[in-house]
């Protein structure tokens, strides 16, 4: 099956700062979604993305289907942007996850 | 107007119990799944349900069972509990693209 690695495993932020947080997968996909998974735990839809780029505000994705790698960026950051981010592809009728971003935004 | 909804949030119960988990979507999908988050946050499909039919059984224990009545409901009962099985269960939907995840159902199992 696809494998799906995420980097960094853990990022600290000041708030303010940016980043960029990484999904690389082992075969082409049709499909691929960024989770904002919050300390509640709820998994929260951030992007649809199995090619090109999307933003929502101070997020934004990119998916380079043909390199099996996408980006999800985050801007400007802020507290309650903390929590695990997974990036998950499909296959099969299944999702595969990634093992997740856990970032933590500090005041 | 939540989109998958599943109850309970939290279960707390001894092992050998028997429990169920209920899910439902209201957005009209026809594809129906159970992950399970263990302890390290990984996600891992469990079931996945097309138009009340199994498609997909990802090697789980026979103790778990899950039924779909019809096409908006996934329920999932698991018999005889083992501590093993204290997780957080997700149900999730979709038609064929874009995959929404109920709130969650911590089982922890004493």
């Given at each position: 099956g696809i494998q799906v690695e995420q980097s960094p495993p853990d990022l600290i932020l000041q708030e303010g700062a940016n980043s960029t947080l990484r999904c690389n997968f082992s075969d082409s996909v049709n499909n691929l979604q960024w989770f904002h998974q919050n300390p509640w735990g709820q998994l929260i839809?951030?992007?649809?993305?199995?090619?090109?780029?999307?933003?929502?505000?101070?997020?934004?994705?990119?998916?380079?289907?043909?390199?099996?790698?996408s980006l999800l960026y985050i801007s400007s950051s802020q507290t309650t942007d903390s929590g695990?981010?997974?990036?998950?592809?499909?296959?099969?009728?299944?999702?595969?996850?990634?093992?997740?971003?856990?970032?933590?935004?500090?005041? | 107007d939540t989109a998958v909804s599943q109850t309970p949030k939290y279960l707390v119960t001894q092992m050998g119990n028997d429990k169920s988990i209920k899910c439902e979507q209201n957005l009209g999908h026809d594809?129906?799944?159970?992950?399970?988050?263990?302890?390290?946050?990984?996600?891992?499909?469990?079931?996945?349900?097309?138009?009340?039919?199994?498609?997909?059984?990802?090697?789980?224990?026979?103790?778990?069972?899950?039924?779909?009545?019809?096409?908006?409901?996934?329920?999932?009962?698991?018999?005889?509990l083992e501590l093993g099985d204290s997780a957080v269960y997700f149900c999730a939907s979709s038609l064929g693209t874009e995959?929404?995840?109920?709130?969650?159902?911590?089982?922890?199992?004493?």
């Open positions: 839809n951030l992007f649809y993305i199995p090619s090109g780029t999307k933003q929502n505000g101070r997020l934004s994705a990119t998916t380079v289907a043909t390199e099996r790698y695990v981010y997974f990036c998950a592809v499909e296959d099969g009728n299944k999702l595969v996850f990634g093992a997740g971003t856990i970032l933590r935004v500090k005041s | 594809t129906m799944y159970w992950y399970k988050q263990d302890s390290k946050k990984f996600l891992k499909i469990m079931f996945s349900y097309n138009n009340k039919e199994l498609i997909i059984n990802e090697t789980v224990p026979n103790r778990f069972s899950p039924k779909s009545p019809d096409k908006a409901h996934l329920n999932l009962h698991i018999n005889s995959a929404f995840f109920g709130q969650g159902t911590r089982l922890t199992v004493v």
